[in-house]
C-alpha cells in the first residue's frame, strides 16, 4: 500500500508565493511519475504539473513560468513552488503518485489567492 500525504498551503494575497509539499510512503517503486492536481468549485480536477522519476516535467500552460515542480529529499518528496499567484489560483490542490499498480491521492490543501 501506498500513502500520500501533502502539506503547505493556506492563504495569500494576489502576486504571492506558496511552497506545496507531498510525500510518498510505503510501497513505492523506483518509477513512478507524481503530480500536482487542483480542483476549484464548480470545476473539473485539471493536472497541474507532474515529474517523473526521471525528473521530466510537464505544466499546464496556465502555470508555466509562475510553478516549479521538482523532486527533493528524502525520496519521494516533491515540491510544487508556486510564485506570482493569481486568484484563478484558488483550488484545492491534490498530489497524486501513478506506479504500475495504480494512482495514489492525498487528502488535499487548500490554496486561497486573495485579491
Known amino acids: 500500500q501506498v500513502q500520500v500525504v501533502e502539506s503547505g498551503g493556506g492563504l495569500v494575497q494576489t502576486g504571492g508565493s506558496l511552497r506545496l509539499s507531498c510525500a510518498a510512503s510505503?510501497?513505492?517503486?523506483?518509477?513512478?511519475?507524481m503530480a500536482w492536481y487542483r480542483q476549484a468549485p464548480g470545476r473539473e480536477r485539471e493536472l497541474v504539473a507532474r515529474?517523473?522519476?526521471?525528473?521530466?516535467?510537464r505544466y499546464v500552460d496556465s502555470v508555466k513560468g509562475r510553478f516549479t515542480i521538482a523532486r527533493a529529499h528524502p525520496e519521494n518528496t516533491v515540491l510544487l513552488q508556486m510564485d506570482s499567484l493569481k486568484p484563478e489560483d484558488t483550488a484545492v490542490y491534490y498530489c497524486?503518485?501513478?506506479?504500475?499498480?495504480?494512482?495514489?491521492w492525498g487528502q488535499g490543501t487548500q490554496v486561497t489567492v486573495s485579491s
Open positions: 497524486n503518485l501513478y506506479q504500475s499498480d495504480g494512482n495514489y
Open positions: 515529474t517523473t522519476s526521471r525528473g521530466v516535467t
Open positions: 510505503g510501497s513505492v517503486f523506483d518509477l513512478n511519475v
